[in-house]
């Protein structure tokens, strides 16, 4: 079967990247500065909110992270910091306070908030302005005096714990995938055939993933995993790598060393240890029949249940040296019919999902 062919087997989800956009708009971030906004019109007694933050991959421009009380539209935008008076708080002009909110978020004005009174207060982290917090109030008595603005400025403290702490957890997840990509290239390398194996489990472990709700954190963690699953192959002798035929006993207890082999590769980088454990287990069997811990059930992690029958899907789907690749419904029923025993139930049922409804 010629490589387009196995492509059709099931749909592949779009290509997953890590975000580019300031790390409030993803995963913890995100969700505390939502809850912040709705503090701050709860706390200060306004009507609204909103989060801005600098664009780490172009300063001069400005996102909406978050807020409370603003149209949906307005969420997200993005505009310049010369376009209203949220660039001078970024340059260390603020805290400011002015009397018609459209002054402040100026292109992102909608008409219930121009001419009331706003404030607007600098997130400092890492020693630099990198957000704004912005509050508004909708009656035309409201004036914002020295009292709101450090209650204000306590809640942008608060945003600024949580932005460093996602920035944080941007860079490592930025360093783990250039680890991931680098592991990749050197299984390229050392055998092109395993390499394209891999890319196959992940198309299909992802669409296992997303079909089963899995969250974006466990779905990372499981494309990391399914693409180096058999990273530990790289310590697997030539003659063993590249018979062209059926491995002997010698050879096949070899070759099982290589989920506890990669295990111990990916252990040994900083934020790929969650990784390394679903690599180490996913020739793990249901019954606990499987190696290298003989671990049973739902002992043995999700996303290694995932990646043990899209492997061996995948094996069956594709040409060998010494075999033809079986048919999509010839493989789906040996994936079947190692239901219960070699793999999870439920797993096999979200895989015949997903390859029956390409």
């Not at 600098?122 to 302005?129: E, H, L, S």
């Not at 914002?144 to 460093?164: H, I, N, S």
């Amino acid at each position: 079967m010629t490589e387009p062919q196995q492509q059709r087997r099931f749909a592949p989800p779009q290509t997953r990247t890590l975000p580019s956009i300031p790390p409030a708009e993803s995963g913890y971030g995100a969700l505390v500065l939502e809850r912040l906004a709705r503090q701050v019109c709860r706390t200060a007694g306004v009507d609204w909110s909103c989060i801005f933050v600098r664009d780490r991959q172009d300063p001069r421009a400005v996102i909406a992270a978050a807020g409370q009380g603003m149209p949906w539209e307005v969420l997200g935008a993005r505009f310049g910091v010369d376009e209203g008076m949220i660039g001078e708080v970024l340059s260390g002009g603020g805290p400011l306070a002015v009397e018609d909110y459209s002054e402040l978020v100026r292109p992102l004005v909608w008409e219930e908030a121009r001419g009331h009174s706003a404030v607007a207060v600098p997130i400092t982290w890492n020693r630099q302005v990198g957000a704004v917090l912005t509050a508004a109030d909708a009656a035309p008595q409201r004036t914002f005096g020295p009292d709101d603005l450090m209650l204000l400025a306590e809640l942008a403290e608060l945003a600024a714990a949580a932005l460093e702490q996602s920035e944080d957890r941007l860079q490592m997840n930025e360093l783990m995938q250039a680890h991931v990509v680098a592991l990749a290239a050197a299984m390229d390398m050392r055998d092109r055939r395993t390499a394209r194996h891999s890319e196959d489990v992940v198309r299909l472990a992802l669409c296992v993933g997303e079909l089963m709700h899995l969250e974006p954190a466990s779905l990372l963690e499981l494309e990391f995993a399914a693409r180096l699953h058999d990273v530990g192959k790289i310590r697997v002798p030539d003659a063993v790598l590249h018979k062209p035929g059926p491995l002997n006993h010698t050879e096949y207890d070899i070759i099982r060393c290589h989920s506890a082999w990669g295990a111990e590769t990916l252990a040994s980088i900083p934020g790929l240890q969650a990784v390394a454990a679903v690599v180490r287990f996913h020739h793990e069997r249901w019954d606990g029949t499987g190696y290298p811990d003989g671990l049973r059930g739902a002992r043995i992690p999700l996303a290694s249940r995932i990646i043990c029958v899209c492997d061996a899907y995948a094996a069956m789907t594709a040409d060998r040296p010494y075999r033809p690749a079986m048919s999509p419904e010839d493989a789906l029923n040996e994936v079947r019919q190692g239901s219960g025993t070699q793999f999870d139930p439920m797993i096999v049922s979200a895989v015949a999902e997903v390859v029956e409804g390409a």
